[in-house]
């Protein structure tokens, strides 16, 4: 009982935060909330033996593991346990008005393209921390590196995504 | 949160000049305000609430949805229960019980006619094996419908669709089969659709190669 609780408190403090880092990533706003929902039901099957004082970075690793499977897999052999959902009679409920709100927001559109040509690792520095905007220590974290490090990219990404914008 | 003066502070540390740790400061807080947005409550709450095993802490909202089934339940299919109505085929004395659960939920979730679709592919299966001409062609037309008056189809449905109907196919009469290949047609091109759809969004715009992870050169 007080795992479930635990599990739903967890959900909506942060699958907001997983849903932007996916959908920053695949740039499809269905997507993304296929991908946070696979990724909390993944979350919830080991939810007992997880150290959730590590939350946090434990479901980026996992949001990044649902997408890098996603994309590696063929779309026609691939079993999910989203799929195990559906079989389940539940699909994810799309919030169609922030999906319209993503597509046609010339400048989330801007910034959103924008990101793309960043390298994989200056491109999550921007998303966690300031699309997130978690500590330099937390994003340190979860991506493995220290905060001077954080700082250090967080520094080369702006600079190009300066560049990158005002040259769009 | 991020304050602006820390990240100034910090672009200064790493290297900036003042006056472009403010410039990039200044950026990083648009960034920050312009992705400041949330997923609606309803969007997390039916997550939760349809979750396996789950939804302790929506116990009374749960609870009213399940007392609104009962009530059509009664009105409409006194003592059997709407899990049987689920398993129903069409001609079957629970099947409009089933399409009635299926119109409320996809009244408040228009997302779910990717599961409709595919239950109307099961039936026209279902339908094909027990050779039942009678409710076939009706099954094919409502699939016909949902395939192609709806725009909130997912890929997923629609290929798992593809494969019962590939499986009606091959159980299905020499009367049945063209129909039912008609409708095989029609969700390739559907399928190949979505995939375009799909491919056009996530593929990298300068040619990367689906890898998301190493795009850029940075």
Known sequence: MQLKKEFERTYLKFSDKIYKYVYLNTR???LAEDITSEVFLKVW????KINTDFIQ???YKVAKSVMID????????????????TELGIEPHYD???IEKLEKDENIGKVTRALQYLSKNLKEVVILRFVNELSARETGQILGISEV???VLQFRALKKLKEIISNE | MNDLENIIKELKQSGASAKEAEELGLLSKNISNLYRFERSQFTKTSFLLHFPGHGEGLRYSKWLILSFMAIILMLSAGSYTIVDA???LPGDLLYPVKRLTENIVSAVNPSFSGQMLKRRSEEIKALSAQNNSSNLQGTINDYEQTLNKNNKINLRSVEQSAQNLEEASKSASLNNKPEIEKVILQTDNKQKQLEQQYENKTMDREGHNGDFWNNGKD
């Open chain 2, 86 to 88: 689920q398993n129903s």
């Open chain 1, 45 to 48: 099957k080991n939810w007992e």
């Open chain 1, 149 to 151: 490090n954080v700082r």
């Open chain 1, 70 to 85: 996603h994309f590696r897999k063929d779309s026609r052999t691939k079993k999910t346990s989203l799929e195990d959902m």
């Open chain 1, 96 to 98: 169609e008005n922030l």
């Open chain 1, 28 to 30: 499809d706003p269905n």
């Open chain 1, 57 to 59: 970075a434990y479901l």
